[in-house]
């Protein structure tokens, strides 16, 4: 299984990113998906989640800024970043939960200066 996540880079603070996470290597259906973020210095956490029904559940950090979405013909999840700030200043990882199992994408860095 092999998860392939893009679209990090460095943005500056109100400005937006997208990123994507494209999952491969599989026949099982993809039940949870999600992205999680660690910061220099700190424990990863999670940011957001999307269900197989699309239900979402989001940290209190990036309510009404971040939007989960998935698209389940292509095996993939995005994650519309807006409003970015300098705490958003992370590694983003994506993750998917296939049968019992929880797999990683490799990280994508999200950089907010001016």
């Known amino acids: 299984v092999q998860l392939q996540a893009s679209g990090g880079g460095l943005v500056q603070p109100g400005g937006s990113l997208r990123l994507s996470c494209a999952v491969s290597g599989s026949s099982f259906s993809i039940n949870n998906m999600g992205w999680y973020r660690q910061a220099p210095g700190k424990q990863r956490e999670l940011v957001a989640i999307?269900?197989?029904?699309?239900?979402?559940n989001y940290a209190d950090s990036v309510k009404g800024r971040f939007t989960i979405s998935r698209d389940n013909a292509k095996n993939t999840v995005y994650l519309q970043m807006n409003s970015l700030q300098s705490d958003d200043t992370a590694a983003y990882y994506c993750h998917v939960v296939m049968g019992l199992r929880g797999y990683w994408g490799q990280g994508t860095l999200v950089t907010v200066s001016s």
């Open positions: 999307i269900t197989k029904d699309s239900n979402t």
